[in-house]
Structure formats: structure tokens, C-alpha cells
Nanobody, 126 residues
Framework: DVQLVESGGSSVLAGGSLRLSCAAS????????LGWFRQAPGKEREGVGI????????YTADSVQGRFAISQDSTKNTLFLTMNTLKPEDTGMYYC????????????????????WGRGTQVTVS
């Protein structure tokens, strides 16, 4: 089974930085789109970045371009979301998601495309 566990959320001041982690247990030999999503109170869930385990390419949403970056550790078991110059509008629950059936990770920013989800980690920027 695919399992995803997020951590690293916290309360920070505007302008600060955070690094979120997603411990991912994936099926060996399969390739996945791994996504970071966020959801602010009263708003729809929004994709902020995608990682393609086949080749390691990353894709970042325009809304966070230049401030957020996705990376993976050398063991390939943990996905990171590094967030810089945080703004109050970045506040929300951040989720890690995975799907092995997507043909094009670069365009997979919609939450309905993903079958596996973590429980999320809260980020509050004030």
C-alpha cells in the first residue's frame, strides 16, 4: 500500500521559511506523480508542486513560482516542499499526494487526479 505522512508544519511570521516533509512509502518499481497540495479555510484544494519519480522532474504552480521548491532526499523516501518568503495567504493545510496512473505529471495539479493522500500538516503565516 502507498502511505504518505507529512510533517514540518508550523506557525511562522510573514517573510519566513519552512520546509515540509512527506515520508512516502511507495510500491517498488512503480513510478508516481507526487504532489504537494494546500487548502485554506473555505477554499478549494490547490496544487502547488509536483514531482515525477521517473526522472525527478519538478513542476511548480505559478502562484508559488520562485518561492516554493520541491525536492527529494537521496534515499528517495522523503519528498520536501521548501517554502520561502511566506505570505499570510500561504496559510492552510498542506497535503502530500501520490498517483501511479497519471500519464503527464507536468499538468497534474488537480486533486481529483490523485488516489493516495496523507493527513496533512498545518502551516500558519501571520
Amino acid at each position: 500500500d502507498v502511505q504518505l505522512v507529512e510533517s514540518g508544519g508550523s506557525s511562522v511570521l510573514a517573510g519566513g521559511s519552512l520546509r515540509l516533509s512527506c515520508a512516502a512509502s511507495l510500491n517498488p518499481g512503480d513510478t508516481y506523480c507526487l504532489g504537494w497540495f494546500r487548502q485554506a479555510p473555505g477554499k478549494e484544494r490547490e496544487g502547488v508542486g509536483i514531482f515525477n519519480t521517473h526522472g525527478g522532474r519538478t513542476y511548480t504552480a505559478d502562484s508559488v513560482q520562485g518561492r516554493f521548491a520541491i525536492s527529494q532526499d537521496s534515499t528517495k523516501n522523503t519528498l520536501f516542499l521548501t517554502m520561502n518568503t511566506l505570505k499570510p495567504e500561504d496559510t492552510g493545510m498542506y497535503y502530500c499526494a501520490a498517483d501511479g496512473g497519471l500519464s503527464d505529471c507536468s499538468s497534474s495539479f488537480q486533486d481529483y487526479e490523485y488516489n493516495f493522500w496523507g493527513r496533512g500538516t498545518q502551516v500558519t503565516v501571520s
